[in-house]
């Protein structure tokens, strides 16, 4: 089992970064996937997070209206657009997968099972 994001990089205050979550030894259409960031000094946090279908996401508060989160089932690939990008968006971004059929909220870290390598997201003048 292999998750691995990639994408980051260091980018201007207001620009924008794609960040990709390549997955591989398990079904992918199986599985909730949700990034996670975790900057210096602090927890890790929810970022966003996407049903196995992709038809529903959840986003946090920061990030609202700014990051959208997408899957291709097919390519075995997640993918998280970040646009207009802030100072205090700089973190590691993670992805991770759980099982689609576990039951509580998609922004409770406990519940993944599968987590990737981060990339680093540097957002700065």
């Known amino acids: 089992v292999q998750l691995q994001a990639s994408g980051g990089g260091l980018v201007q205050p207001g620009g924008s970064l794609r960040l990709s979550c390549a997955t591989s030894g398990f079904t992918l259409e199986h599985y909730a996937i949700a990034w996670f960031r975790q900057a210096p000094g602090k927890e890790r946090e929810f970022v966003a997070a996407?049903?196995?279908?992709?038809?529903?996401?959840t986003y946090s508060d920061p990030v609202k209206g700014r990051f959208t989160i997408s899957r291709d089932n097919n390519k075995n690939t997640v993918l998280l657009q970040m646009n207009t990008l802030r100072p205090e968006d700089t973190a590691v971004y993670s992805c991770a997968a759980r099982l689609a059929f576990r039951l509580g909220p998609l922004t409770d870290m406990s519940a993944y099972k599968y987590w990737g390598q981060g990339t680093q997201v540097t957002v700065s003048s």
């Open positions: 996407i049903t196995r279908s992709g038809v529903d996401t």
